[in-house]
C-alpha cells in the first residue's frame, strides 16, 4: 500500500489540511502531526494509528480522503464524520471508472498483522525503546506467552 494524497477537513484542532506523500519517504512536521497521524489510521482502517476518537474531535463536517495506491490500482478512500455514533462512514472507490467498492474488502486487502502494525507508527518513548523490541524476535519464548507472538505475526 502507498500512501499518495492526503486531505482533511474540520477533524480535532485541524480546519483544512493537504499534502501529497512520496513512495519513498515521508516526513509530517507540523504542529498537527499527532491528527494528521490519526487520519491516516481513520482512512486505512488502522486502528492503531487512528487512536480512541472522541466525539470533540469529531463533527458532522469532519471529511477525510486519501488517495491509496494498492498493487498498482489507485482507490480513493472517504471517511465522513458520524459523531453521533463516534465513528466514520466510508466509501471506496477505483479512480480508474469511479466504481465503488465494499470498504471491508478494501481494508482487508491493506490489513497488517498486529505486529507489523504496532510497528507502522513508531514514536521515540524510552520504556519501548525500538532495540528493546528486536530483542522479542530473536527470544519471543521468552517475552510472550506460549503462542502469542505466532499470533500476533499471524504464524510468520
Avoid at 467498492?101 to 521515540?124: V, W
Avoid at 518513548?125 to 528486536?134: A, C, L
Wanted: aromatic letters at 12%.
Amino acid at each position: 500500500m502507498i500512501l499518495k494524497k492526503l486531505t482533511i477537513e474540520q477533524f480535532g484542532k485541524i480546519q483544512h489540511f493537504e499534502t501529497s506523500f512520496d513512495p519513498k519517504l515521508s516526513v509530517i512536521f507540523d504542529s498537527n502531526s499527532d491528527f494528521i497521524v490519526r487520519a491516516i489510521g481513520i482512512a486505512t482502517n488502522n486502528r492503531t494509528l487512528a487512536g480512541r476518537i472522541t466525539k470533540e474531535m469529531l463533527s458532522v463536517n469532519s471529511h477525510i480522503s486519501a488517495e491509496i495506491e494498492v498493487q498498482g490500482k489507485t482507490f480513493l478512500v472517504t471517511a465522513r464524520g458520524q459523531p453521533s455514533q463516534c465513528g466514520w462512514a466510508y466509501d471506496v472507490r477505483d479512480t480508474a471508472c469511479m466504481e465503488s467498492m465494499s470498504p471491508p474488502k478494501m481494508f482487508r486487502s491493506i490489513r497488517l498483522c498486529e505486529e507489523e502494525e504496532a510497528l507502522t507508527y513508531y514514536r521515540y518513548n524510552g520504556k519501548d525503546r525500538y532495540s528493546d523490541r528486536f530483542l522479542h524476535y530473536k527470544d519471543p519464548e521468552r517475552y510472550y506467552a506460549n503462542g502469542e507472538f505466532q499470533k500476533k505475526t499471524e504464524g510468520v
